[in-house]
């Protein structure tokens, strides 16, 4: 069964920085285009950026420009999402999704073909 699993959300400090995964099993991530979204309450899902297969990045909105950085490890199935300088307007829910590459660049959240269930991230003093 085909399953993505997002770890490593917690609580930071404003400034701090924290690295979420996004694991998968049932597939293999480098055949996919890897986006992460996050979603914060009362708020509409945002992306945070889309990954390709060659690693480039498309899809980076200003609110993380120069702050989040997405990157890949092809040995562990895995797909990282490096968030630095962080504030409280970063708190959300973050969920990574696996994206056929015939989507890129454009990565439309509602051609996503699998969602991770999310994992929480705060950012509070």
């Known amino acids: 069964q085909e399953q993505l699993v997002e770890s490593g959300g917690g609580s930071v400090q404003p400034g701090g920085s924290l690295r979420l995964s996004c694991a998968a099993s049932g597939f293999t991530l480098e055949h996919y285009v890897i986006g992460w979204y996050r979603q914060a309450p009362g708020k509409e899902r945002e992306g945070v950026g889309c990954?390709?297969?060659?690693?480039?990045?498309?899809q980076i909105p200003d609110s993380v420009k120069g702050r989040f950085t997405i990157s890949k490890d092809k040995s562990k199935n895995t797909v990282y999402l490096q968030m630095n300088r962080m504030n409280p307007e970063d708190s959300a829910i973050y969920y990574c999704?696996?994206?056929?590459?015939?989507?890129?660049?454009?990565?439309?959240?509602?051609?996503?073909?699998?969602w991770g269930q999310g994992t929480q991230v705060t950012v509070s003093s």
């Open positions: 990954i390709h297969q060659t690693g480039l990045l498309t």
């Open positions: 999704a696996a994206l056929d590459p015939i989507y890129y660049p454009r990565c439309p959240a509602s051609e996503y073909d699998y």
